[in-house]
């Protein structure tokens, strides 16, 4: 997984928005091992390749959240 460190404190960003920081920020490569779990702020602009397997590759995409959240941002 490629994440741009520190944008999930930018708050909620439009698809431009993205397209720009992706432009023009350094990202860092996350590895995991097989069977490994990556724990991340969902809003981190993130990216990844295509699987070299893509018949393997599985996501679970878990949020919770213990207060309210920030920036006028709401739970559906």
Do not use: N
């Amino acid at each position: 997984l490629r994440v741009i460190p520190r944008t999930h404190r930018l708050g909620k960003l439009t698809d431009q928005q993205i397209r720009e920081i992706a432009g023009q920020a350094p990202f860092e490569v996350c590895s995991v091992p097989q069977g490994g779990a990556l724990v991340m702020k969902p809003l981190i602009v993130h990216s990844s390749t295509a699987a070299v397997r893509p018949s393997h590759r599985r996501v679970i995409h878990v949020e919770y959240a213990c207060e309210a959240l920030p920036g006028g941002l709401r739970w559906r």
